[in-house]
C-alpha cells in the first residue's frame, strides 16, 4: 500500500533510512541490526521483529511527518 510519504513495504531499510535519516530513531528502537537488515525490504524486518507490516510503515509514517515541515498557504507552518 502507498503511504503519504512514499513509505512502502517493499523498500529496504537503507532506502528508508537514506530518504529519511529521521527514522533512525524509530529503527534503533527496535533494536534493528543496520549491517544485516539494511538490504531487507520492510515488510520482512518487520515479521522478523513480531509487527505486521502496516504497524511498522505506521511508525516510520508518523515519525516522517513528525519531522515534515508542514506547507499552509506557501508558508511552512510553525511546529507545535
Known amino acids: 500500500p502507498w503511504m503519504p510519504s512514499g513509505l512502502s513495504e517493499t523498500m529496504t531499510v ?41 504497524e511498522f510503515l505506521a511508525l516510520l509514517e508518523e515519525e516522517v511527518a513528525r519531522s515534515t515541515p508542514q506547507i499552509l498557504d506557501g508558508e511552512v507552518a510553525p511546529r507545535t
Open 14 to 54: 537503507q532506502e528508508v533510512v537514506r530518504r529519511y535519516p529521521n527514522t533512525r530513531s524509530v529503527l534503533e528502537g527496535l533494536f534493528l541490526d543496520h549491517s544485516f537488515e539494511g538490504y531487507d525490504c520492510l515488510d520482512e524486518v518487520a515479521w522478523r521483529h513480531g509487527m505486521e507490516s502496516q
